[in-house]
């Protein structure tokens, strides 16, 4: 079982800045993946960030204002959020996608919220 645990949501002016952290539990070498998906009040969840194969793909809305890296141990993860604007607020949740038992499986953690005022 694993585990994925963000921190770092809180509420801040547009412009401002966040930085959301992720750990993740199991073995490092299964994860083939990490990433950030948000879900917006009322709206459906969606794909910020991801971190895969040494390949990072972000949203069109994000590009140019948000950063994923992968930390040291490499279970965890961070998504560095500048220029933050009212329609980033949403919780944000961090992805781990891992190879076991011959199968690839979805993690998610519990979320955390981001509220970017005007």
């Known amino acids: 079982q694993v585990q994925p645990v963000e921190s770092g949501g809180g509420l801040v002016q547009a412009g401002g800045s966040l930085r959301l952290s992720c750990v993740a539990s199991g073995s490092i070498s299964s994860i083939t993946a990490m990433g950030w998906y948000r879900q917006p009040p009322g709206k459906q969840r969606e794909m910020v960030a991801i971190?895969?194969?040494?390949?990072?793909n972000y949203d069109d809305s994000v590009k140019g204002r948000f950063t994923i890296s992968r930390g040291n141990p490499r279970n965890t993860v961070y998504l560095q959020m500048n220029n933050l604007k009212p329609d980033d607020t949403g919780v944000y949740y961090c992805?781990?996608?891992?190879?076991?038992?011959?199968?690839?499986?979805?993690?998610w953690g519990q979320g955390t919220q981001v509220t970017v005022s005007s």
């Open positions: 992805y781990v996608k891992i190879l076991e038992n011959w199968m690839f499986r979805d993690y």
């Open positions: 971190s895969s194969a040494g390949v990072t």
